[in-house]
C-alpha cells in the first residue's frame, strides 16, 4: 500500500510539475527528477497554506491540484531567479 501512494506521489509532481513549466514563459534547464520535487513541493507548500483556509488537506479535491499548480509555478519563478537558470526561448 506505501509503495502505491509513493508511485501516486510522483505521477502527481510530475503532472503538477509539468504543467508548471508550461504555464511559465521560457526555457526550463530542469530535468524530470527536479521537475517531480517540483510538483510534489508545489503540492505539499499550497496543501499546507489552503489547509490554513478550509481546515483539511484532500487530493482529490479541485482546490488541492489548483493549489499545487499556483505554487509549484510561484517556486518555479522564485527558483529560476535564485539560480538564474531560466533562459528566454
Known amino acids: 500500500m506505501v509503495v502505491f501512494t509513493i508511485i501516486g506521489w ?3 509532481g510530475l503532472i503538477v510539475g509539468f504543467i508548471a ?3 511559465v514563459p521560457g ?3 530542469i530535468g ?3 521537475t517531480i520535487g ?3 513541493l508545489g503540492s ?5 497554506v489552503f489547509s490554513l483556509f478550509t481546515g483539511r488537506i484532500t487530493l482529490s479535491n479541485p482546490v488541492g491540484w489548483i493549489g499545487s499548480i499556483i505554487f509549484a509555478i ?5 527558483y529560476n531567479k535564485v ?3 531560466k533562459t528566454r526561448a
Open 10 to 12: 510522483i505521477i502527481f
Open 21 to 23: 513549466r508550461a504555464l
Open 27 to 29: 526555457k526550463d534547464n
Open 32 to 34: 524530470i527528477l527536479p
Open 38 to 40: 517540483l510538483g510534489i
Open 44 to 48: 505539499v507548500v499550497g496543501g499546507l
Open 74 to 78: 510561484i517556486l518555479l519563478v522564485i
Open 83 to 85: 539560480t538564474g537558470r
